[in-house]
């Protein structure tokens, strides 16, 4: 007797084919979703293959990640005075007057203004409001009143500094002073050694080419002086002011976040910095003229500053590193940058990663941008403002701007600033043919890491204070302890000891620095640099900065170099005169 044949469950043989349909229409959505994802065709460089770029960049970080750091509600800005900080009307000595002349563009010259301040508190002195550059480079005509609100900068430091707007008068005309030059970086006690001296017998001193003579190396007092100066005391006037943050409203009108680029991809930077970016013989005959204005500049080799991460990036490479880092093609981009060499040509890679690119030309109107046009520094203050009030920060070179956004951004709350690790990311975009998307936006986030703009990625002792302004940032204790400012120590977290409200980064006094009365001194002997303007021999003084004969390559080194390392250190010197 035979079995029955069984029967086939009628249910199952109904779902197969829907199974099927499921898995189909599952298919078709994750390829669809690659496919919106992923960058479009048209925006890919020549160097990296379709295939490479089959998948979205697919980061890891949230959007918290993307526009901040988890860790920075830990931390702020702290920039008060301790209980041992005279007041400026005790500490300030009669008959004893600073002038000072600032040097190069806008960032440039707010160092100086920054530095004066604190060599004026070094000497006891009162400050006359600093001569801006009108000669250099740029050319701009303002004033310090024309850029920064005088009123305030003298009102908010007065319990530091006295200021006063003009220079002090005798018998009813203005004093002349005694003008001479000092060397880069000099410390509190170079000042004491070389210009107090020459303080008290002249009464007024004028220290001429103002850029960075001021130490790194100071006291918490003096450092937080510094901070005072930068980040409260320098305000823009209301007519910048105001456009500035109209051009803000209006990024945040379009989108909830942007992100700010300092792109400095002019011919000038690109000239200096000896680099070639392919375009052939008609580039190097272009940039290799602009670079005969500075005779000091020694042969490059493009190739050694590509791997030593000296050549600022590409547009198209900036923005491969920002959609590496996960920033979608929807986000808002305002371009600050003077003309970028090879034009819209070049833009276009940039342009084609993130469309929604926008600069002050272009989001302001003809009458609100035209009182501003024919003055850079003003110009460049309104970039600044803009790139001060942006979600991300962008910089792509590691000049006065670029550092003097850093710290800001550092002191009020480390906002999101990134800056392209150009050393370790010169690898990648060379090999990125080679390489999957999923793989080479893996290595970029790798190699980021502490070019974020993150609390406490700095190692001890590194980092110019500029950028990283360690006595003013603290860390926050638990809600529950006492509240900053007081001395008591408690225990962190981390289990480290320490006082409420102390500086959360490694502060370097004088007595840690090496013995020598300048940094850039190794001998202690002083002797490098003890340059006057003032003729011996006729008693008279040299005509300098009013000199018309004498400002046609302002740009140029100082005619008395610093000291006797002539190319290196005139070499320093322009990158920061030219990387502003």
């Known amino acids: 007797m035979g079995y029955p044949r069984r029967r086939a469950h009628p249910r199952r043989g109904a779902l197969l084919p829907a199974v099927a349909a499921l898995l189909l229409l599952f ?7 690659i496919a919106i994802s992923a960058p479009p065709l048209a925006d890919r460089h020549p160097g990296i293959s379709r295939r490479s770029l089959r998948h979205p960049p697919m980061s ?14 830990n931390f702020y800005g702290c920039s008060h005075s301790s209980g041992k900080f005279l007041d400026s009307s005790v500490a300030t000595q009669p008959d004893r007057y600073l002038l000072i002349v600032t040097s190069g563009g806008l960032n440039q010259q707010r160092t100086g203004i920054v530095d004066a301040v604190v060599a004026a508190r070094i000497l006891n002195a009162t400050l006359v409001v600093p001569k801006l550059d009108q000669t250099s480079f740029w050319k701009d005509s303002s004033n310090f009143s024309e850029i920064f609100d005088i009123d305030w900068f003298i009102s908010f430091l007065a319990k530091d500094v006295k200021i006063i707007k003009e220079p002090p008068q005798k018998g009813g005309k203005a004093v002349r002073p005694y003008k001479m030059r000092i060397p880069r970086k000099c410390t509190p006690q170079c000042y004491l050694k070389r210009v107090l001296p020459a303080l008290l017998k002249k009464h007024a001193i004028r220290l001429t080419k103002y850029d960075y003579r001021l130490s790194n ?14 980040y409260h005391a320098l305000r823009f006037t209301d007519p910048i002011k105001e456009l500035g943050k109209r051009l803000i409203q209006r990024m945040r009108e379009k989108s909830r976040y942007f992100i700010a680029l300092h792109l400095r991809f002019e011919s000038d930077m690109l000239a200096f910095s000896g680099c070639y970016y392919g375009g052939g013989e008609k580039e190097r005959r272009d940039l290799g003229a602009i670079r005969k204005r500075w005779k000091t500049l020694h042969t490059s080799n493009p190739e050694k500053g590509r791997r030593q991460g000296r050549c600022p990036l590409t547009p198209e490479e900036v923005g491969l590193l920002l959609r590496a880092l996960g920033y979608g093609s929807d986000v808002h981009i305002y371009a600050a940058s003077g003309e970028i060499y ?12 993130f469309p929604n690119y926008h600069t002050k030309e272009s989001l302001s109107s003809k009458d609100e941008l035209t009182p501003f046009l024919a003055h850079s520094s003003r110009m460049a203050a309104i970039d600044f403002i803009v790139c001060d009030g942006s979600d991300a920060f962008v910089t792509n070179n590691n000049g006065n701007m670029a550092k003097i956004l850093a710290g800001r951004r550092r002191y009020f709350g480390h906002r999101r600033t990134i800056r392209p690790n150009a050393k370790q990311l010169y690898h990648l975009f060379t090999n990125r043919g080679n390489m999957s998307w999923d793989k080479f936006s893996s290595q970029v986030r790798k190699v ?6 993150d609390p406490m990625e700095v190692k001890p002792g590194r980092g110019e204070f500029h950028a990283y302004p360690a006595a003013c940032i ?6 529950n302890k006492s509240s900053p400012g007081s001395n008591q120590e408690i225990v962190n977290r981390t289990g480290i000891r320490k006082a409420i409200g102390e500086p959360a980064y490694p502060v370097y006094t004088d007595e840690e620095a090496d013995g020598s009365d300048t940094e850039d001194d190794p001998t202690g002997t002083g002797e490098e640099e003890m340059i006057t303007e003032e003729d011996p021999a006729a008693g008279e003084e040299m005509v300098t900065e009013d000199d018309p004969t004498a400002t046609e390559e302002v740009i140029d080194t100082e005619a008395e170099a610093d000291d006797d390392s002539s190319v290196r250190q005139e070499g320093s010197e322009l990158e920061e005169i030219l990387s502003d």
């Not at 890891?60 to 509600?73: H, I, K, P, V, Y």
């Not at 190396?217 to 930068?230: A, E, G, P």
């Not at 603290?474 to 809600?479: M, P, S």
């Open 217 to 230: 190396k100071l006291d918490t007092d003096l450092q937080k002086l510094r901070c005072r100066v930068n």
């Open 448 to 453: 980021q890491k502490g070019f974020m703009g």
């Open 27 to 33: 298919l078709a959505v994750s390829l669809l979703s």
């Open 474 to 479: 603290c860390e926050k204790t638990d809600e």
């Open 60 to 73: 890891r970080w949230t959007a918290r990640d993307l526009w901040g750091s988890e860790l920075a509600s």
């Open 342 to 353: 090879g034009g819209e040509e070049t833009l276009a890679p940039l342009k084609a990663l």
